[in-house]
């Protein structure tokens, strides 16, 4: 998306755990995982918060650490979300694919345990009334075209 000009976000779970593995911290999901939520959130409110008012695209962000503390502590989806629901009402999903899985490198998180949370987030967005585009697996160069598709020109 953003070496075709779209403003765009990296995943904050990538971002936390290389922070702290560089720092010996235990906000790992392995380690401790409301911990990582919980700062997930914190970087995804930062991150909406230097986006706002432009066009951006998420990859991932507050929602999954909202749908994630509700997973693991009973966190209500509005105490991590707010009032709101932060960003548009039309959202892309890119459900689990276990070839592309299996090749992704440093994932702690097996094919089941990913499926259940992505069922989980699909459930979350139907009951925020979120509108989820689901798209089948591809090649990037595909799925960003569907984006386009979707969303229009940057």
């Known amino acids: 998306m953003a070496a075709r000009g779209y403003a765009t976000v990296p995943e904050p779970g990538q971002r936390i755990v290389d922070a702290q593995e560089a720092k010996g911290g235990t906000a790992l999901p392995w380690v401790d995982m409301a911990a990582f939520l919980t700062e997930a959130a914190a970087l995804a409110r930062k991150d909406l918060a230097r986006a706002a008012g432009s066009r951006t695209f998420f990859d991932r962000g507050i929602f999954d650490a909202a749908v994630g503390l509700r997973h693991v502590a009973g966190v209500p989806l509005e105490w991590t979300l707010g009032p709101t629901f932060p960003y548009a009402r039309r959202v892309v999903l890119v459900p689990p694919h276990a070839p592309w899985f299996a090749r992704a490198a440093g994932r702690n998180k097996g ?44």
Do not use: M, N
């Not at 499926?115 to 591809?138: F, N």
């Open 111 to 154: 094919f089941a345990e990913a499926v259940a949370e992505y069922q989980r987030l699909v459930a979350a967005l139907k009951e925020l009334d979120v509108d989820a585009i689901t798209l089948p697996p591809a090649s990037l160069e595909t799925r960003v075209t569907q984006i386009e598709d979707v969303f229009g020109p940057p």
